[in-house]
């Protein structure tokens, strides 16, 4: 199995940058893509932006295009997502997700979540 867990949440003010991390441990091998989402009370959880587990293949949202970059540490069986120019908007727990089968779908493996908060 694969085990995600994310860090780097927190309290910030609009305009501030923040990078998430998600850790990836277990069969990593049969990973094909990690991908962010993120979830506000009642409202269903959104994807963010996707990597492929080799690095080659990125995909983003409208909502982080131009302002979220997505990479990953292949040594380190982390993915990042650097978050710039925070709007309050922004405001959501940030999930990882796996997806053993494509960078656009299957996301079936979750991580705990991560708050993010922007302050106006």
């Known amino acids: 199995q694969v085990n995600l867990v994310e860090s780097g949440g927190g309290l910030v003010q609009a305009g501030d940058s923040l990078r998430l991390s998600c850790t990836a441990s277990g069969r990593t091998a049969i990973i094909a893509a990690v991908g962010w989402f993120r979830q506000t009370p009642g409202k269903e959880r959104a994807f963010v932006a996707a990597i492929s587990w080799g690095g080659r293949n990125t995909y983003y949202t409208d909502s982080a295009q131009g302002r979220f970059t997505i990479s990953r540490d292949g040594a380190a069986n982390t993915v990042y997502l650097q978050m710039n120019s925070l709007k309050p908007d922004d405001t959501a727990v940030y999930y990882c997700?796996?997806?053993?089968?494509?960078?656009?779908?299957?996301?079936?493996?979750w991580g705990q979540g991560t708050q993010v908060t922007v302050s106006s």
């Open positions: 997700a796996a997806s053993l089968r494509h960078l656009l779908y299957g996301y079936d493996l």
